[in-house]
């Protein structure tokens, strides 16, 4: 017999998003634990993850993730997406083979520059180089080019990321602290081996947990990723479905929060490449149609606010200002909860500063 199942509208998803991802109330987790469980958060930048865990946590401090880093329980390495992610130790050593074939495949685009450069012996090399001491890229692909004089210098980069677990050791990442780019291994920064590669079902269960209910194009978008299809399917049995208002099949944790549509949904001030914009095939549970792509120019990503939990504008700090940019008109209601939220944020990350809070016009 077969069994209709039930269909998630737009707010039904979108705040069974928030509240995994600690957007609907702020968790009293600690930073470590809150990295964990969100599976790491997107880092190409230094502020972000620090930023994504202000609009998150309650009584969260810069120093409450710049700890952690410093005494090595968290780092900053190359994983999903082949983005730079902050991530707790133990997921730098058991996510990065997970996703190391993703890895692999990116290399083969860069072949052309590396005609007779031995992958293996480049690895057991640059591996050397940095584990004895912690190198900048530069410093490593100069050290590669007198090996392999031929070969392109930025493939040979390209080559050591791909291949080697490459963390940013500090000061790297700490808040109000600068430091170029320096690079070592994960197992030798963290103290311990990289495991072997892992079935993804458990990080299955965990990306529904953060993320969920998805689909398995959503987690492969993710984690960039493929054929995952296999693992849903083993996880089937012990799982619950839904169709999303296009016929999608969406799975997810049975005892998994899946709030009221109606539930609010506070402002949230989030940093650049928030995975919560990034980490679903169709992000229509976050971003609504009209505003696709308004968060993004070419490369470059902006900060986002949520209201009433979904994409409505951007903000930016000037040098004496929050400068909040929303899509369209706010109430006032709306206005008055977007600059309590706002004094908030500036009061976490920036204590002693100040700053007004200004509205603006989103430049197009």
Same mark, same amino acid.
């Given at each position: 017999?077969? =069994?209709t199942?039930?269909v /998630?509208g737009?707010?039904? %998803?979108?705040r069974?998003?928030?509240? #995994?991802? !600690?957007l609907l109330? *702020? ?8 990295v964990g ?6 880092a ?23 700890r952690?880093m410093?005494d ?10 082949s983005?730079?992610?902050?991530? =707790?130790a133990?997921?730098? /050593?058991?996510?990065r083979? %997970?996703?190391?074939?993703a890895r692999? #495949?990116? !290399?083969?685009?860069? *072949?052309?520059g590396?005609?007779g450069?031995?992958?293996?012996r480049l690895?057991?090399l640059?591996?050397d180089?940095v ?11 100069e ?17 050591a990321r791909?291949?080697l677990p490459?963390?940013?050791v ?5 808040w109000?602290r600068?430091?170029?780019?320096? %690079? ?10 990289a495991?072997?590669?892992p079935?993804p079902d458990g990080?299955?269960l965990?990306?529904l947990?953060?993320f ?9 978008t993710?984690?960039g ?5 296999e693992a849903f399917?083993?996880?089937?049995p012990?799982?619950?479905t ?6 999608a099949?969406l799975f ?7 709030p009221?549509p109606d539930?609010?949904?506070p402002?949230?001030f989030l940093p ?7 980490s ?22 902006y900060?986002t ?18 400068v909040?940019e929303?899509?369209?008109?706010l ?6 909860e977007?600059?309590a939220e ?13 700053h ?8 197009e």
């Amino acid at each position: 017999m077969t =069994t209709t199942k039930r269909v /998630l509208g737009t707010r039904a %998803l979108n705040r069974a998003t928030l509240a #995994r991802q !600690l957007l609907l109330e *702020r968790s009293p987790m600690s930073a470590e634990d809150a990295v964990g469980h969100l599976v790491g958060l997107q880092a190409q930048n230094v502020k972000p993850p620090y930023h994504a865990l202000a609009a998150r946590l309650d009584g969260f401090t810069p120093e409450a993730l710049s700890r952690p880093m410093a005494d090595r329980t968290v780092a900053r390495l190359v994983t999903l997406r082949s983005t730079l992610h902050t991530h =707790t130790a133990r997921d730098c /050593l058991t996510l990065r083979p %997970l996703v190391q074939h993703a890895r692999d #495949r990116e !290399l083969n685009q860069f *072949r052309e520059g590396l005609v007779g450069v031995d992958l293996d012996r480049l690895a057991v090399l640059a591996r050397d180089l940095v584990e004895a001491e912690p190198r900048t890229m530069r410093q490593l692909r100069e050290a590669l080019l007198k090996e392999w004089p031929d070969a392109d210098p930025q493939s040979l980069s390209v080559a050591a990321r791909c291949r080697l677990p490459l963390v940013q050791v500090t000061p790297r990442g700490l808040w109000g602290r600068s430091g170029q780019v320096t %690079l070592t291994t994960a197992e030798h920064w963290l103290g311990g081996p990289a495991e072997p590669t892992p079935a993804p079902d458990g990080t299955v269960l965990r990306y529904l947990a953060a993320f969920g209910p998805a689909s398995v194009k959503d987690m492969q978008t993710w984690a960039g990723l493929t054929r995952l299809r296999e693992a849903f399917e083993r996880l089937r049995p012990d799982l619950v479905t839904f169709r999303d208002e296009a016929g999608a099949e969406l799975f997810d944790l049975p005892d998994a929060p899946r709030p009221a549509p109606d539930t609010p949904a506070p402002p949230r001030f989030l940093p650049e490449f928030d995975n919560l914009l990034l980490s679903h095939a169709d992000r229509t549970r976050v971003v609504p149609p009209e505003h696709r792509g308004r968060h993004w120019r070419g490369n470059t990503a902006y900060r986002t606010l949520l209201v009433d939990g979904f994409l409505a504008g951007l903000w930016r700090l000037d040098e004496h200002a929050l400068v909040v940019e929303p899509f369209g008109r706010l109430d006032g209601r709306r206005r008055a909860e977007v600059v309590a939220e706002g004094e908030r944020m500036l009061h976490v990350m920036y204590p002693g500063s100040a700053h007004d809070i200004r509205f603006g016009t989103v430049r197009e």
